[in-house]
């Protein structure tokens, strides 16, 4: 090749365009909204349960998924603020994991895809469509713990065969705190026991509530569902130990803490379930098409140091059903 046409062959390679090679764009990580009207101290091992459940989908906190927390503090006022904060923020998942904060949130978006948890009946609250088919951008996890709290009345009536009468704690600010009260009294009635009823929407009014139990003459107090009794077990297990109130609840961290008895499904479990949902709505499926996931186990467990505390003696036949027993 002679110079002349060597150089001309240079100068226009080195004028032509350069092409592009073929580059796979950088997706941008996803957003999860988690809301929940209790707190972030009491809920922390459920959102450990939340976050397992995301990595068994393969989605990491910190890692290739952000979540956005929102905590109402037990102010359920401040939920609706709280979860437009998560629309305008355009997150690719609400987490509502609280019946009040999944009520607010399916006001509040019929696009951003909505898992919740809720320990009522989705269709009874308007959630889903049904259970199978939730249809919309809705599904979730129930534990259906209310339907099982007549059942918790029947096993405090057997923990203390003496008792005429018996007390309920809910808290009026939840909107399912009428359905429970009814749900209960109906219970009561069949069981020929007298039902009094306690309310609390802050730890000191749940202090003053525990306080005034004696006044009632029952004989044991059954706690209704509420995210703010759900992150504050501890306390209403020394709270029922200080004042001497045999007491009955739906989770087993109730009795962990030092409470006396139990009956319900697992609330790290339904959290976990929800992470998995939320996990699968972030790789493309559709909430509609994900059937609602029920909670089919519920535990009994029953704390003899409790038992002891307290002066009740636990009856045999109980102890023989109780799925543990805490010595």
């Keep these: 090749m002679r110079r002349r046409e060597f150089i001309a062959l240079v100068g226009g390679a080195a004028a032509s365009p350069l092409v592009a090679l073929p ?65 305008r923020r355009q997150v690719s998942v ?21 898992v919740f948890t809720t320990s009522s009946d989705p269709v009874q609250l308007g959630l889903v469509e049904s259970l199978n088919k939730p249809g919309a951008n809705v599904t979730g996890v129930t534990q259906l713990n ?7 009345l029947e096993l405090a009536r057997e923990l203390i065969p003496s008792a005429t009468a018996v007390a309920l704690l809910i808290n009026p600010e939840n909107p399912q705190a009428d359905a429970v009260l009814k749900n209960m009294q ?11 009823v306690l309310r ?29 009794f759900n992150g504050r077990t501890e306390k209403l297990a020394s709270l029922a130990v200080r004042y001497g109130v045999p007491t009955i609840y739906q989770y087993n961290q109730f ?26 709505i972030l790789k493309g499926d559709k909430p509609a098409d994900l059937p609602v ?14 038992a002891k505390a307290l002066g009740v003696t636990v009856p045999l036949s109980l102890l023989g059903r109780a799925d543990e027993v805490i010595e």
């Design 23 to 87: 580059s796979r764009a950088q997706q941008p990580t996803p957003v999860i909204g988690f809301l929940n009207g209790s707190s972030a101290d009491g809920y922390a091992p459920m959102v450990a349960a939340f976050g397992r459940g995301l990595k068994e989908m393969g989605y990491v906190e910190g890692q290739n998924v952000k979540i956005e927390y929102r905590w109402a503090e037990g102010h359920y006022d401040r939920l609706p603020e709280l979860v437009n904060d998560l629309i």
């Design 94 to 114: 609400i987490a509502a994991t609280s019946t009040p904060a999944n009520l607010v949130a399916k006001k509040a978006t019929s696009t951003i895809p909505i």
């Design 146 to 152: 209310v339907e099982v709290g007549p059942k918790r």
């Design 186 to 196: 109906a219970a009561a009635l069949s069981l020929g026991l007298q039902l009094s």
């Design 200 to 228: 609390a929407s802050s730890e000191a009014e749940m202090e003053t509530a525990f306080a005034s139990f004696a006044s009632l003459k029952a004989g044991i107090l059954t706690i209704g569902t509420d995210t703010l």
């Design 255 to 280: 009795t962990a803490n030092g409470g006396l008895m139990s009956y319900g499904g697992s609330i790290e479990d339904a959290y976990r379930t929800t992470g998995i949902l939320t996990g699968r």
């Design 293 to 306: 996931q029920q909670s089919t186990k519920v535990q009994l467990i029953v704390n003899l140091k409790a």
